[in-house]
C-alpha cells in the first residue's frame, strides 16, 4: 500500500471521479464499501442539497469518501451577451415547442464564495475534499486541514500542480485531455496545452513532491496497471462508472454511450460556458459553428444549456443533454459497481501476471 | 518475445520513429544494433536521395530497418491562395531581410503516386516499410509483401486501423493525439476525435486482429512498460531520439528542446498545410490567428515554411522551425542513441520489478 493510500484511507488505488450530477450516494458508498475512495460531486448543489447527499452516502458506508467542489472564478454577468445567446438558441427551443428562459442566471455558487458550503464539510468531515477549476483561499484550505480532511486538486498542467503543491494540497489529480467532463484547467482564458493523461502524469510524477492521481481514459484493469506504470499513486475513473445502475445518468446518456455515438467525443463550451469533454451530438455540433466569445460565463450558460436539453427530452429528444464522457467510452461496462470494481481488481490481475 | 517483434525480427519492443529530416542512418543503425527497430523518414525525399540513405544505413547495420513513406493525396494546386499566404507572410521575410518566394511548389511526391520510390524498395528491401497519411493501392501493398517486407501504418482511430487491417497491414502504429510531428490522419479534412495514445491503444486492441504499436508522450523505460500494458506489442518513440547527437536537428530546434518551451507544443497547420505538433514558437503563434482554410495544401505550405525558417536561421532566429514534438518533450535527454537504449532498458526494467 502507497502513501497516498494510506492517506485517503482506502485500501484499492480507484478513485470514482466526482460526477455532478450523475454520481450519486449509492455509487460512491458501493465504490467505497469495496476498497475504493467513492465521490459525490456538489459544485452543482447548494449547501443544503448537499449536506443532504453527503449525509445519504455516509448512512451507507462509514468508509473514505471524497466530496468535490467548484473553485471557479464566480460568473460575470453580461446581459447583452446572455440574451444575444437566448435568441441565438431560440430556433432550438421552438425545434420542441417551447420558448428560452427570459433571462440566465448563475445557477450555483463558486466555492470560494460559498461559506455556508464550507460549514457543512467542516462539520460533516468527509475524509476527503476535492477541488475543480482552481483553488479556494487559503484560510479554507487551512480549516478544511485543521479538521483531518485530506485536500486533492485537478491540475491540467504542471503549473497547475505546482501551485497546489504550494498551498498545500495533498495530491493532484492530473486530468488528461482524453477525460470527459469539465477540463478543470484553473484559467479557461489561458491557452490550454492540452496535455495527454500519458505525458501529464510522467511530467508531475518528474516534478512534484506530492503524489499523483491519473484521470483521463482509463475504462479497465489495464488501464490502472499502465497509469501506475507512469508513476500514479492511484487512478481516478469517471466514464467507467456512468453505466452503472448507481448512475443517475438518463436513459438518452445511457443509449448514447451504448452507441457509435461513444467513438467521437469533443471538447466544447456551448453546453455549460466552460469547456468540458462531452459525446458529439446535436448541442455540440452548435458549440462547434459557434464562436466561444459568444457564448455567456460558466455556469450562466449552463442555465440556457439545462433548459434546452429539458426542452428536447420533454418531445424524446435526447440530443441536448451535457453526455460528459472521456474518449475511453466505447470501453463502457453497464454493470452495478460491485461488480465492476471486481472486474477491475481481475483485470489488474491479469495485466500484472501477464506481464 | 511477442509475435511482432518476431515478425520485425528485433529484439526490443522499442521504434525509433520515421522522422523526417530527423532521422539519419547513423541514428537507425544505432537503434538496429541495439535490439530496436531504427526507422528513416523518406517522404521528404525522392527516390534517388532515399536509395542513397537507405543503402548508407544499411552499410551500418544489417539488421531489421524501417522505411517510411508519405500516403497523402497529392496537393492540389491553388495560385490564387498561395500566392495570397505569401503576401501574409511576406512581412515576416521582410523582418529577416528576405523575400518570400516567387511561387510555392509541391516539394515531394506522395507515395501513392511515387513508382520511382516503390522500385527503390523492391530492391533494397528493408525489413519494414511504413506508410503514414494513408495507404497506398492494393497493387504496391501486394508487391512490397510478396518480397517479405512488413507493413505498418499509422492510424489515428478505429475507422483507420480497421482499413489498414483490412487491406493487409501487419500492423498499425496507434498515434495519440500527443505525438510530435504530422498527425497521421488519413483524411485531414474529417473531424479529428483527437484520441490520446492511452484510450486509442486500449481501443485498437480491444477491435484489432493485427498488432498495435503504441506512440505519442514515451519518453522513458516507465512509459513503454505503460504502453506494453495497454495491450501494445510494441511502442514508437520520436521526440526521445531528438537530442541524440544522431539526430539531424539543428541547434535551435536542440535549445527550444532544452527550454522551457519544451513545456507547450501545439497543434499547426501553418508551417506544412497538414496539422502536426510543434514546440510553441514564432510560426505556431501566426498560425493559431490564421484560418486554415488560407494556408496552402500539404505540402506546397511547407515550400513557403522552409524558405521563412532558412531566411530567419540566417539571421540567427530559430522561432520559425519545424520543431515536431510530442507532449513528452520536457523529458528528453540528450544522450547516444546507444546510452539512450541502454537506459530505457533499464527504466523497463525497474519499472516491472517496482510493482
Avoid at 99 to 108: D, G, K, V
Avoid at 319 to 325: E, I, P, R, S, Y
Amino acid at each position: 500500500m502507497n502513501k497516498l493510500l494510506e492517506k485517503l484511507a482506502i485500501k484499492l488505488p480507484i478513485i470514482q471521479a466526482p460526477m455532478a450530477g450523475v454520481s450519486t450516494p449509492a455509487m460512491a458508498s458501493e465504490v467505497a464499501n469495496a476498497g475504493g475512495l467513492g465521490s459525490l460531486g456538489v459544485g452543482g448543489l447548494n449547501a443544503q442539497d448537499a449536506r443532504e447527499m453527503i449525509r445519504a452516502t455516509q448512512q451507507l458506508t462509514a468508509l473514505s469518501i471524497n466530496v468535490n467542489v467548484f473553485c471557479h472564478q464566480p460568473a460575470v454577468a453580461d446581459v447583452k451577451r446572455e440574451s444575444a445567446w437566448l435568441s441565438f438558441l431560440s430556433p432550438q427551443f421552438k425545434r420542441f415547442d417551447s420558448q428560452p428562459p427570459a433571462q440566465l442566471n448563475e445557477i450555483y455558487t463558486s466555492f470560494i464564495e460559498d461559506d455556508a458550503m464550507l460549514e457543512v464539510l467542516l462539520e460533516l468531515r468527509p475524509r476527503v475534499v476535492s477541488f475543480h477549476f482552481g483553488l479556494p483561499a487559503q484560510r479554507k484550505i487551512a480549516l478544511l486541514k485543521e479538521c483531518g480532511i485530506v485536500l486533492l486538486s485537478t491540475a491540467t498542467n504542471l503549473d497547475e500542480a505546482m501551485v497546489a503543491q504550494n498551498e498545500g494540497i495533498d495530491a493532484v489529480v492530473a486530468q488528461g485531455y482524453e477525460a470527459g467532463g469539465h477540463r478543470g484547467m484553473f484559467d479557461p482564458a489561458k491557452v490550454d496545452d492540452r496535455l495527454g493523461i500519458f505525458a501529464l502524469t510522467r511530467l508531475l510524477v518528474a516534478n512534484l513532491d506530492i503524489p499523483v492521481i491519473a484521470a483521463g481514459g482509463i475504462m479497465d484493469g489495464a488501464g490502472i496497471v499502465a497509469a501506475m506504470d507512469l508513476g500514479a499513486q492511484a487512478v481516478q475513473l469517471g466514464t467507467a462508472f456512468v453505466g452503472c445502475p448507481e448512475s443517475s445518468a438518463d436513459q438518452f446518456f445511457r443509449a448514447a454511450l451504448q452507441s457509435e455515438a461513444a467513438l467521437h467525443t469533443t471538447m466544447t463550451s456551448a453546453i455549460s460556458g466552460r469547456p468540458a469533454r462531452c459525446l458529439a451530438n446535436l448541442f455540440t455540433a452548435i458549440g462547434d459553428e459557434t464562436d466561444r466569445s459568444a457564448i455567456p460565463n460558466y455556469p450562466i450558460a449552463y442555465d440556457a444549456g439545462k433548459a434546452l436539453n429539458a426542452a428536447a427530452k420533454k418531445l424524446g429528444e435526447g440530443g441536448f443533454g451535457a453526455h460528459w464522457a472521456g474518449q475511453g467510452a466505447p470501453l463502457c461496462r453497464s454493470v452495478p459497481v460491485a461488480n465492476l470494481m471486481v472486474l477491475l481488481l481481475s483485470e489488474m490481475e491479469a495485466a500484472r501476471t501477464n506481464r
